[in-house]
T-cell receptor, first 113, second 117 residues
Framework: AQSVTQLDSQVPVFEEAPVELRCNYS??????LFWYVQYPNQGLQLLLK??????LVKGINGFEAEFNKSQTSFHLRKPSVHISDTAEYFC???????????FGAGTRLFVKA | GAGVSQSPSNKVTEKGKDVELRCDPI?????LYWYRQRLGQGLEFLIY????????KSGLPSDRFSAERTGESVSTLTIQRTQQEDSAVYLC???????????????FGPGTRLTVL
């Protein structure tokens, strides 16, 4: 079975500052990793995903994440945030042999002017 | 093209009543998921449909919950004898089950907010 822990429930940050949203997972098998974003009053959409290959994954809107197998982490980063990045971000994991996706509790990113 | 749609967007019901939630997946998507999101919590997997295969119902919390899907089209999630703890946003997602399998991107609907009084 897999589990996902998002270490911060809320992250306030000023516009143009860098941000890191932390995600740790637990699994006894190989995994795929995802970050989804939910903008206010909108549905969830995929930000980026790691399936295999390079451990640094680039997604939409300037976000990137790095898969660290030894630390079982998949932290999301952006070097300079915008007001429009204010949203809830969900980390998720699924085993490579299955379909069930386990989501973290989410991190609410507040970008302040 | 059209995304995943869900109806109703909001549903308020009294404890003990039955409710039916609807999901229209993206055309051509063979996989369909239902999730529940309680306030301040992450998404909780409920059920998964893939084509004509038997659904995986392992996430359904009780026998009051059931779901159906006809072929690769509309799905309905039914909650019988609703309880206050059923209050949540119910999300539906679909994916094009490619050779990549579990790594497929899920496309989410806007959700149905259920409130049980």
């Amino acid at each position: 079975a897999q589990s996902v822990t998002q270490l911060d429930s809320q992250v306030p940050v000023f516009e143009e500052a860098p941000v890191e949203l932390r995600c740790n997972y637990s699994s006894s098998v190989s995994v795929y990793l995802f970050w989804y974003v939910q903008y206010p009053n909108q549905g969830l959409q995929l930000l980026l995903k790691y399936l295999s290959g390079s451990t640094l994954v680039k997604g939409i809107n300037g976000f990137e994440a790095e898969f660290n197998k030894s630390q079982t982490s998949f932290h999301l980063r952006k070097p300079s945030v915008h007001i429009s990045d204010t949203a809830e971000y969900f980390c998720a994991v699924s085993s490579t042999g299955g379909f069930k996706t386990i989501f973290g509790a989410g991190t609410r990113l507040f970008v302040k002017a | 093209g059209a995304g995943v749609s869900q109806s109703p967007s909001n549903k308020v019901t009294e404890k003990g009543k039955d409710v039916e939630l609807r999901c229209d997946p993206i055309s051509g998507h063979t996989a369909l998921y239902w999730y529940r999101q309680r306030l301040g919590q992450g998404l909780e997997f409920l059920i998964y449909f893939q084509g004509n295969s038997a659904p995986d119902k392992s996430g359904l919390p009780s026998d009051r919950f059931s779901a159906e899907r006809t072929g690769e089209s509309v799905s309905t999630l039914t909650i019988q004898r609703t309880q206050q703890e059923d209050s949540a946003v119910y999300l539906c997602a679909s994916s094009l089950r490619s050779a990549g399998g579990p790594g497929d991107t899920q496309y989410f609907g806007p959700g149905t907010r259920l409130t049980v009084l």
